[in-house]
Nanobody, 124 residues
Framework: QVQLVESGGGLVQAGGSLRLSCAASGRPFRNYVMGWFRQAPGKEREFVGSITRTGSTTYYADSVKGRFTISRDNAKNTVFLQMNGLKPDDTAVYYC?????????????????WGQGTQVTVSS
């Protein structure tokens, strides 16, 4: 089992920045591809981005590419989502997730463990 706890969400004005963190515990963090997803009200959960086990490669949804950056600190069992240039459309609950069996983990069903989510609200 892997337990994931997100933090760092909040209310920010359009154009602002937030940094989300996801702390992992349980099985060795370095064994998992880590991903970020989000779910806006009335919409399905969608992929935001992922980072490989060593942190050498990241993948992003087109909607956040160039604005969001994923990083990880394997020594601290933590993955981060730096969000810049936030837009009202970025308003959602953001979830981190861990995938044990994939190399990139670009889709939801590849993920084995999920956090409870943290709310991000961007005002116009």
């Amino acid at each position: 089992q892997v337990q994931l706890v997100e933090s760092g969400g909040g209310l920010v004005q359009a154009g602002g920045s937030l940094r989300l963190s996801c702390a992992a515990s349980g099985r060795p963090f370095r064994n998992y591809v880590m991903g970020w997803f989000r779910q806006a009200p009335g919409k399905e959960r969608e992929f935001v981005g992922s980072i490989t086990r060593t942190g050498s490669t990241t993948y992003y949804a087109d909607s956040v590419k160039g604005r969001f950056t994923i990083s990880r600190d394997n020594a601290k069992n933590t993955v981060f989502l730096q969000m810049n240039g936030l837009k009202p459309d970025d308003t959602a609950v953001y979830y981190c997730a861990a995938a044990g069996g994939s190399l990139a983990a670009l889709i939801e069903r590849e993920y084995d463990y999920w956090g409870q989510g943290t709310q991000v609200t961007v005002s116009s």
